[in-house]
């Protein structure tokens, strides 16, 4: 797709992963069929025509809801340099922003003097500048049935895995194990919905195998 299509863009603090405590200018795409059960957005699962809405009332929501607005990447980087956001960062995130070829938009804002970084399930092929940090959060055997590409295992510059139980980091081996897997890549382990247990395991085996621990801080601190 390169209609792109907004469910809500917004300014704050980056939570997880590499870039923890850094401002950035959320751009969150809608769709994604993965189908995780714990997801924290499934209002950006569907695409309804109904719910294409001028972007003035989505960027006006205060709750979260289903409903987008559709642009271009050229219309849509004009509308970032026009909102007075003063991060420098930008995160595109979903749903499952990689549904969408992100070449032209990932360039702009790199040319406009951003550093970009997408999140992704890697389940789709990652179409973007070449200097877009990947955070690759893998999603495997969800209901979707989708797997995991080859392709954003190579590009990822960090695997982000989210770990709830022993299995998940069995599946993240596996995931380390393919040939193709970048082996810059940095590891960190995220565990799901800050789960007690979950938040155990993944501080014992960051211990262990010397990997990063990803707290969603953003939910710690209430914010988006
Ligand atoms: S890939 Fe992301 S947006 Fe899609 S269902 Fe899973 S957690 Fe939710």
Not at 140 to 157: F, R, W
Request: net charge negative; proline share 5%.
């Amino acid at each position: 797709m390169s209609v792109l299509k907004v469910n809500e863009m917004f300014e704050t603090i980056q939570g997880e992963g590499f870039f923890t405590g850094l401002p950035a200018i959320f751009i969150r795409l809608q769709g994604c069929p993965v189908g995780c059960p714990w997801c924290d957005t499934k209002h950006t699962w569907t695409l309804d025509p109904q719910m294409d809405i001028p972007a003035e009332q989505v960027l006006a929501k205060t709750t979260d809801s289903e409903a987008y607005f559709s642009t271009d990447a050229a219309s849509l980087v004009k509308r970032i340099l026009s909102m007075g956001y003063k991060a420098k960062h930008v995160v595109i995130t979903g749903g499952e922003p990689a549904m969408y070829d992100l070449t032209q938009l990932t360039g702009l804002l790199i040319e406009s003097g951003y550093s970009v970084q997408i999140e992704t399930s890697g389940t789709f092929e990652i179409q973007t500048h070449p200097d877009t940090w990947v955070t690759l959060s893998p999603k495997v055997d969800m209901k979707g049935g989708y797997q995991i590409l080859d392709q954003t295992l190579q590009l990822a510059n960090e695997i982000k895995h989210p770990v709830a139980m022993q299995k998940h980091i069995e599946e993240l081996d596996a995931l380390l194990a393919r040939p193709v897997t970048n082996p810059q890549a940095m590891v960190y382990l995220q565990p799901i919905s800050q789960q007690r247990r979950a938040t155990e395991l993944a501080v014992a085996t960051c211990i262990k195998r010397n990997w990063r621990l990803s707290l969603q801080t953003h939910k710690y601190i209430g914010i988006e």
